[in-house]
């Protein structure tokens, strides 16, 4: 809405804005960091020290290669291979009424069954590799990208949908300028969701079965009470969901631009 | 596909068979199921037939310890959300009403929401030794987000008229939040806490997989598993799914009973 004028004005006002917000961040971890220097706490090691550390062992070639890139592979391929099954298939789904009523308490028992429940099953079809992680989390995140992406497409203006077929608007037309641009409020939505989910099924999945990767090692670590790695490990996977969800809000910035009620939309 | 009219009888026939319908989904993938295990492509132990799986569900519902497993679940996923309800509701209000703190928190905010609940949990491992107040802690990160987003969201979607129109009826601050903001944000904290429900289990069960050595369905699990059968994975799943299906379900008809009144129920506007 008030993009032009804020543009007009942009150097000093973005300027306050990021030092604003940034303010509190800045804050917080020089409390810490003060809090923590002073006590020693054997637990809670001070932010320059995890710094350090987490240069040494996870921006060097081989932490890098060995530990980040696996996990987060992990998690984009199976989170995209989600997207992938899920999105047309909870749009066919949505466009089909009589048939919604015969899938739909299948999927929204399917979400209901938390993933971790079924790992066992993953680990003894496709062992503790990379596939089984990776079809573990597209499998565990696909149902609410699934049931987003039928609300989407159920949730579509009636007066819409008539008025494009008065104007004889269809076939794939209707759907690539009607169906979908109504719907995908509601997809980007469940994409959000179950990029959240992703993450959790990635760490547990290397916590449980693996034997690489930063869930892995951040126990790996916890167990051998290497306090500084432990806690490096989970700023690395911390500064991950910063990323990728980062990513993601641009993404749905660019698609959603024309939606009015994108701020703040969904969890 | 065809026109108003047909959409219409549509849904006219829809309402009456909806729950038919949905069993014979549900009944049609059962026996899928049921044939492709008797086919035979995989051992029995890991590919058990439907009706050995149900069978085997029910003798864990008569089951006291597994149904000991399953309040020690609920129990840990419940005090979490209360406590992520307690923590992030108030906090929402605040962030959502005044316009100072919304600037100052919200990059902090979307900084730590995306930090995945399972990357702290040595540290509550750590804090609170392997009992159920780490899976408490961990279900507190994970619902605390959705609950405090959808707070904010509901606060700032209050009518402003209404807000205006209060004030110059010489409504008090915290009187306008309690009387105008409050019932007016509270469906879209309710699905706050409804998102949270699903992820709230999820966590729950998994930070139990991974302390495995308190209570808890997920500790329940990995020793059952790890008898080289999958029969009791598949009757948990089944069980555990039923309850989450069944607690979103009636979660959700409260908000409709609750919030019958609310507009975003009686379908103007939003």
Redesign the interface.
Known sequence: MATEPSRARAPWHSVR?IL??????VA?VAVWQIATAANHAL?FPTPAQIWSQMVISWFTASGFTQNILPSFARVTLGWVLAALAGVPLGMAIGLS??FA??????V??????????????FM??FGIGDAMKIAFIAVGVAWPIILNAIKGVESID?VQL?TA?VYGIRGPRRFLRVVLPAALPDIMAGLR?SL??S??L???SE??AASGG??YQ??Q??AQFD?LN??A??VV??VG??V??AALTAVERRVLRWHR?L????? | MGGPAAARTNRRRGRLSEPVKGLVGVLIVGMVWQFAAILGFMPPAYFPTATTVLGYALTLVVQPVFLSHVVETLASMLLGLLIAAALAVPLGVLLGRFRVAYRLANTLVEAMRPIPALALTPVAILVFGLTSATTVSLVVWTASWPILINSVYGMHSVDRVALETARSFGFGRWQLIYRVALPSAAPFIATGIRIAIGIGLAVTVATEMITGAGNGVGAWIVVASSGGSLLPVYAAAVLVGLLGYLLNYAFERLERRVFAWHHSFRGEGV
Request: proline share 7%; charged share 10%; no cysteine.
């Open positions: 804005r604003e917000s940034a303010s509190l961040i917080l637990y009424p009589s009523g015969y899938v739909k308490p299948i929204h028992f399917g979400r209901a069954v938390p993933a971790p429940v079924v790992l066992p099953v003894i079809f009636r008539e077929t969701i959240a989910l993450f959790v990635m760490v547990i916590m449980i930063i869930g951040i126990l670590s916890q306090i432990m806690w490990g989970i996977l911390a969901g910063v990728f969800n009620g701020q703040g939309e969904s969890a």
